[in-house]
């Protein structure tokens, strides 16, 4: 029976209207896989792209972003197979999210990019997103998280002398004051915004397809740090501005940030590390942060191993 369905499904050919509807076209949604017994089409896998690319990913023009999406479209559909799982497995445990929690957090999207009502659904228009599909896809990723706290990450333990042995062992997590290593590119402001958006693209456009940091900034970088490959070395917190101790106290070690708008240009920064005062409460908490996160992500391999190997799954051609 199941298998007779799954003939069923596999021989339709979805058709939907496109995002531009006064125009009357229409695509072909294929089907891209199932997953027991639900079907994932490439609009769905295309919309799950577009909520889950990373900044550097956002910032590209649109052909460059849809050519990204083209080149990891197998590398997406893992990860949705995976929240498919998840999220029936959120389930068996009773796991959900009510509506008024979905609306909090999209006020909090709203105010942390200081965006109005208008300006958020414009933004999702741009990614050829309705409200509906938003929220559908903001609820599940709390959902996994909710699940992953309660399922993966509340059972891992580590204990002080694994942070002490880490600490002893990274030397330069100890300095004389909070700090953050970090390399930058600055794009000098042009006359034309066109100008300068293209040369920012450049810049995301050869980090995403896997150059070094340091050998973008050495060819592309405008400013003297470009000699060093854009390392600027260790910037203490108490000696620079509160807009960039917020920025850099945000992102993960190897993060790259988004764009920077200044009077002068465009600063684009890498967070190379971080370093704190010895024995301090915040090297103890970051160390720990560490740790958890690295077994984590065993765990969490181990744990959406053990769902797909319970599951059917079957990916198109």
């Not at 050998?215 to 910037?235: F, M, N, T, Y």
Request: charged share 35%; net charge negative; hydrophobic share 40%.
């Amino acid at each position: 029976m199941f298998k007779n369905f799954l003939l069923f499904i596999l021989s339709i050919i979805f058709f939907t209207v496109s995002a531009e509807a006064e125009e009357n076209k229409f695509f072909v949604d294929k089907v891209v896989a199932v997953v027991n017994r639900e079907v994932i089409t490439w609009s769905e896998l295309y919309k799950f792209m577009e909520f889950n690319a990373k900044d550097e990913i956002k910032a590209l023009n649109p052909d460059e972003k849809f050519k990204y999406f083209k080149a990891h479209e197998e590398e997406f559909l893992e990860k949705l197979i995976d929240t498919k799982l998840q999220i029936e497995e959120a389930e068996k445990y009773g796991i959900f999210v009510s509506d008024s929690e979905i609306e909090g957090a999209i006020n909090e999207i709203k105010r942390k990019y200081n965006l109005t009502d208008e300006g958020f659904m414009e933004t999702l228009k741009k990614e050829g997103m309705s409200l509906s599909d938003y929220k559908k896809m903001l609820k599940e990723q709390i959902i996994i998280g909710r699940a992953l706290n309660s399922l993966v990450r509340s059972k891992i333990v580590v204990t002080d002398s694994e942070i002490n042995g880490y600490i002893s062992a990274h030397p330069e997590l100890v300095c004389d004051d909070e700090g953050y290593y970090v390399s930058q590119i600055f794009i000098k402001k042009r006359e034309s915004s066109e100008e300068l958006k293209d040369k920012i693209n450049e810049v995301y456009k050869r980090l995403i397809q896997g150059e070094s940091f340091s050998k973008v900034a050495s060819q592309l970088s405008e400013d003297i740090s470009a000699k060093s490959g854009g390392a600027i070395g260790l910037l203490k917190k108490g000696e620079i501005a509160k807009e960039l101790s917020n920025l850099f106290s945000k992102m993960n070690v190897g993060q790259i940030s988004e764009p920077m708008m200044t009077d002068r240009g465009v600063f684009i920064f890498k967070l190379d590390g971080v370093c704190f005062r010895k024995d301090s409460t915040e090297l103890i908490n970051y160390v720990k942060g560490l740790l958890e996160e690295e077994r984590f992500k065993k765990e969490y391999k181990l744990w959406t191993r053990g769902l797909r190997q319970r599951a059917y799954i079957e990916i198109m051609d």
